[in-house]
């Protein structure tokens, strides 16, 4: 079984900066990409960023200058640090990493259960 768990949402005055975190458990051989999303009230779920195994990461165009995925691959742990952040940020953020459970198992994808980010004043 594996398991993501996101943490760190809540709510912030525009403006302002969170920091999400997302941990992955279970059992685990390798998490390839790992990825945040997010879905906004009444919209669909949409791609916000990606970081490779090595380090390598794409930002959806609104979060490029303002959002910076990294990870910690001892921890299993993906980050979202947000700054700047605007009314329109507001959305549940979800976790999502491609993970090999064993070396016979084929990768496959994982969500966590998704964290509220609220930008309001």
């Known amino acids: 079984q594996v398991q993501l768990v996101e943490s760190g949402g809540g709510l912030v005055q525009p403006g302002g900066s969170l920091r999400l975190s997302c941990v992955a458990s279970?059992?685990?051989?390798?998490?390839?990409?790992m990825s945040w999303y997010r879905q906004a009230p009444g919209k669909e779920r949409e791609w916000v960023a990606t970081v490779t195994r090595d380090d390598n990461t794409n930002y959806e165009p609104s979060a490029k200058g303002r959002f910076t995925i990294s990870r910690d691959n001892a921890k299993k742990t993906v980050y979202l640090q947000m700054d700047s952040l605007k009314p329109e940020d507001t959305a549940v953020y979800y976790c999502?990493?491609?993970?090999?459970?064993?070396?016979?198992?084929?990768?496959?994808?994982?969500w966590g259960k998704g964290t509220l980010v609220t930008v309001s004043s």
């Open positions: 279970g059992s685990i051989f390798r998490i390839d990409d």
């Open positions: 999502n990493a491609d993970i090999k459970r064993t070396i016979l198992i084929a990768t496959m994808q994982y």
